[in-house]
């Protein structure tokens, strides 16, 4: 069982949303305060940019949603996450960075 907050937010994802199929990751840091996650692929980015081609902002709602909403439970307090590219926008990967903003 993950021993610390960080260990249960990596493993959750780098390894969870892996097996769920939604996302492969090409790259993680994570410090407790901020991270940055990097992916080679992404279950809502690539049927967009198939089907509608390319956008002109980053599409991955469903996965900014679940990192501020996973870090908020895990750590009790407010985080702000931003995709700052999208494999939709014809971004070889997808980019999400996330940091702490502090209350409660
Ligand atoms: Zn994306």
Redo the contacts with the bound molecule.
């Keep these: 069982m993950p021993a610390t907050k960080e260990e249960v937010v990596e493993l959750d994802f780098t390894f969870v949303h892996h097996q769920l199929g939604w996302y492969n990751t090409h790259q993680f840091e994570f410090d407790g305060e901020k991270g940055k996650i990097v992916i080679d692929y ?1 279950c ?2 690539e049927p967009i940019l198939a089907q509608k081609g390319k956008q002109d902002k ?3 709602y469903y ?1 900014v949603g679940f990192f501020k909403g996973f870090l908020e439970t895990v750590y009790k307090t407010e985080w702000d996450v931003q ?1 700052t590219k ?3 926008e014809g971004e070889k990967h ?1 980019e999400f960075v996330m940091k702490s903003v502090g209350g409660a």
């Design positions: 992404s809502f980015a980053p599409v991955c996965l995709e999208c494999i939709a997808c």
